[in-house]
């Protein structure tokens, strides 16, 4: 090998090392930019996970109110289905 081989070379590989750098820089660029994405999908799912909260805190007062008004309906029932034998067996004695 005689030195414009050598220098050939050498050329080809600055070459290739060019190319691989301007593509380590893109690849760079593309991570920031998934970065920057992660870092506002975070503060959206912060944002959703305090709306969730807050949703489910406002269900609780439902959910025992639903629980409650079971209650009274069944309380109801009872007394209706109470009255209504009460009213039949004196109804039968008639």
């Given at each position: 090998?005689?030195?414009?081989?050598?220098?050939?070379?050498?050329?080809?590989?600055?070459?290739?090392?060019?190319?691989?750098?301007?593509?380590?820089?893109?690849v760079?660029?593309?991570?920031?930019?998934?970065?920057?994405?992660?870092?506002?999908?975070?503060?959206?799912?912060?944002?959703?996970?305090?709306?969730?909260?807050?949703?489910r805190?406002?269900?609780?007062?439902?959910?025992?109110?639903?629980?409650?008004?079971?209650?009274?309906?069944?309380?109801?029932?009872?007394?209706?289905?109470?009255?209504?034998?009460?009213?039949?067996?004196?109804?039968?004695?008639?």
């Amino acid at each position: 090998m005689n030195l414009n081989d050598v220098a050939s070379s050498l050329a080809r590989i600055e070459n290739k090392i060019d190319k691989v750098d301007v593509k380590i820089d893109k690849v760079d660029e593309r991570q920031d930019s998934t970065d920057k994405h992660l870092a506002v999908y975070n503060e959206q799912l912060k944002v959703h996970i305090s709306g969730v909260k807050d949703m489910r805190a406002e269900l609780v007062p439902m959910i025992k109110l639903k629980e409650q008004s079971k209650g009274a309906v069944r309380a109801i029932g009872w007394v209706v289905t109470t009255v209504l034998a009460i009213t039949g067996i004196w109804w039968s004695t008639l």
